[in-house]
């Protein structure tokens, strides 16, 4: 099946540093790359929107400067969290349409957990 | 706009109880698909199950069934004679077909099955 795979698992890093999260399609091509963040025993909450080729789209409230998101080719998005501050910590999600069709599932990478100290 | 109320934060079971996940959307679009996912411990979402709204029939995957109602609009997930690894956190979700394949989740349901 389909499957993405999301590196790192988890990262600690200083504040003021940047960190790269990559989520990379290992058996389809994935045109469009979701990014979902995580709260401590909260929902998922839709960062931004990646197209292969073009800009990402962000949600209201997500900082385009901070959150860089880069979908360079059919099997790699990138997203990279400049200057994290302690507010970053979270559980960042990518997630990617199965089969290319949205409505037919889509399959999540396994999760990146941000520690920002 | 679109919304997703899991309303049950909790749950919790003893071992081969039978249990059911509640999940009530809003939509104002007549095509929709509606997902359950599970989050282990790990944290990884793993898919269940996704129906879209012209597909009212009711599933049964194993343990695991989904009663899909458009007139309450509820999507309800039941699993029969829980188990311990089904100990998770279980998140609902729904994508409206306009909405260029955007997903909202509800807030998710802990379920915890002791032995």
């Known amino acids: 099946g389909a499957v993405v795979s999301q590196h790192p698992s988890w990262v600690i890093c200083k504040s003021g540093t940047s960190v790269k999260i990559e989520c990379r399609s290992l058996?389809?091509?994935?045109?469009?790359m979701f990014w979902y963040r995580q709260f401590p025993k909260q929902s998922l909450m839709l960062m931004a929107t990646?197209?292969?080729?073009?800009?990402?789209?962000?949600e209201q409230g997500v900082e385009k400067d901070k959150f860089l998101i880069n979908h360079a080719s059919l099997t790699l998005s990138t997203l990279t969290v400049t200057s994290a501050h302690p507010e970053d910590s979270s559980f960042y999600i990518c997630?990617?349409?199965?089969?290319?069709?949205?409505?037919?599932?889509?399959?999540f990478g396994s999760g990146t957990r941000l520690t920002v100290v | 706009a679109q919304k997703v109320t899991q309303a049950q934060t909790e749950i919790s079971v003893v071992e081969k109880e039978d249990v059911t996940l509640d999940c009530v959307y809003e939509?104002?679009?007549?095509?929709?698909?509606l997902f359950w996912y599970k989050q282990p411990p790990s944290g990884e979402l793993v898919f269940l199950i996704r129906?879209?709204?012209?597909?009212?029939q009711n599933e049964i995957s194993g343990r695991y069934s989904w009663n899909f109602q458009k007139s309450t609009s509820s999507f309800n997930f039941t699993i029969t004679a829980s188990q311990v690894v089904d100990s998770a956190v279980y998140f609902c979700?729904?994508?409206?077909?306009?909405?260029?394949?955007?997903?909202?989740f509800g807030d998710g349901t802990t379920l915890t099955v002791k032995p």
């Open positions: 990646s197209n292969e080729g073009s800009k990402a789209t962000y």
């Open positions: 939509t104002r679009d007549t095509t929709y698909y």
């Open positions: 129906r879209n709204s012209f597909d009212e």
């Open positions: 997630s990617a349409p199965s089969s290319g069709m949205f409505h037919y599932g889509y399959t």
């Open positions: 979700a729904l994508m409206q077909d306009t909405n260029a394949g955007k997903s909202t």
């Open positions: 058996d389809f091509q994935a045109t469009t």
